[in-house]
């Protein structure tokens, strides 16, 4: 069996992390199955042809013209020439020339179908939004099959209409890099550790509401912000909002509290997590929060919003928060520090909450379900 993976569109995120674990899980467990992996050169660069896997690098930048010829009639030709057998693609983007091979699509943005997290953009953001929308629901309903990585995205994909039978839940996992001890880990110098600090990782899109947790930070008392700061790490993906924050920041007068980091790399960003106090995820909308998997398996104490897919990731390893009041995301903070015996108990509970998650798991269901629909 050989597998068209699709990682054209593809850039950052955990849509690369799930297409990496699932090459290494073939690469060392399956060598009966063949990939054809077709990306950017400087996309997951460490991913190289073997006896069993053919990678196809392309240019490093092409425009939107180029793209859609490639997704549509370039990768049909690929696929036909190398007598492959499965499409795969973690984008959730079918070409529009139907493929004479069975279809696997994951749906990895969930924003474009939620109200709450659409009422937070602009009228470009928005139009974007639905626009993918438009086309996530067009490939859903093409595919064989659709992989939801949470049960709130199953539920919500149903909802939107697409065939239960064509819906596999398949949770993500969490790598053993996020659970090493700091002790093994070097400082990063980009930030020197005096004070102690709540932290948020997340890129920076409105509906991830840095601006409400911004607003519920300054309202803490004085001695809290005087002990910890506030650090926000995430690529500006949305420069107009990442400005925005900034000057909200300024406006408030918490420049010398509040730190922002436009992305950092694994090594430092893990060194974050694990000296972090508290990990504060205020997101309004999420498909599968890797970040948080990330935080739990750190071994951070969480405080999130009291919605799914973040309650059923975290289950009874959270202090919970409602993320559209500002007044409650300052209470569970302040309700965190209240209660010290609870620290302990919850960075155990993280920790073991994380242990549910597996990528192992995650590549043996997926390599389950392609060769179930290759038989067929």
Known sequence: M??????????????LIRASKFLEKIEKDNKDIQVLVVKKKSVLSEIRSTENRNVINLPEKFNLFKRLWLENFEMYNLIEYHSCDVFLTFSHYLPIKKINIPTIVGISNLAPFSKVALSEEKLYYKLKFWILG?????????????????????DTLIDLGLKPSKVFYNPIGVDNFWK???????????YNFKKKYFLYVSHFYRYKNHFRLIEAYSLLPSNVKNKYNLILIGSPFNKPYFEET?????????????ILIPG??????RVFYQNSSLFIFPSLVENCPNILLEAMASGNPICTVDIDPMKEYCMNAAFYFDG?????????????LSSKDNCKELKNRSLQRSEDFSWDHFSENLIKIITNLYKK
Not at 2 to 15: D, E, P, T, Y
Not at 181 to 188: R, W
């Open 2 to 15: 050989k597998i068209f993976l699709n990682l054209i569109s593809v850039n950052a995120g955990g849509q």
């Open 246 to 258: 900034k000057n909200l920041i300024l406006n408030l007068n918490l420049e010398q509290n509040i």
């Open 180 to 190: 090493i001890d700091i002790k093994n880990c070097t400082k990063p110098k980009v």
């Open 134 to 154: 438009k086309t996530i629901i067009y490939s859903a309903r093409k595919a064989d099959c659709i992989l939801a990585l949470s049960l709130t995205a199953k």
């Open 264 to 269: 950092l790399c694994r090594e430092d960003l």
């Open 324 to 336: 559209n009041n500002i007044e409650s995301i300052k209470n569970s903070i302040i309700k965190y």
